[in-house]
């Protein structure tokens, strides 16, 4: 999955690659937000966690990986 996530007050977002499911990571993304205090944690395809505080979150947008075309398209 690729996860985007926005961040108030920051002018780029954050793009993490994750091996969970869309269930799993908006299940996550949920309890994160229901905390006054929560923190937003995933972990990427490298095993490298992004954790953002709850209240920070602007947007959180779940999309399948796109696979990476290698080559030259004619016009």
Known sequence: MEV????LHTPR???VEST?????VEAAVAAALKSVDGQL???DEKGRK???PANLV???EIAQADSRRVGFAAS
């Open 50 to 52: 992004v954790i953002v």
């Open 20 to 24: 969970q499911t869309q269930d799993e």
């Open 13 to 15: 977002e954050i793009v």
């Open 41 to 43: 944690s995933l972990t």
């Open 58 to 60: 602007a947007y959180v």
């Open 4 to 7: 985007k996530i926005g961040v």
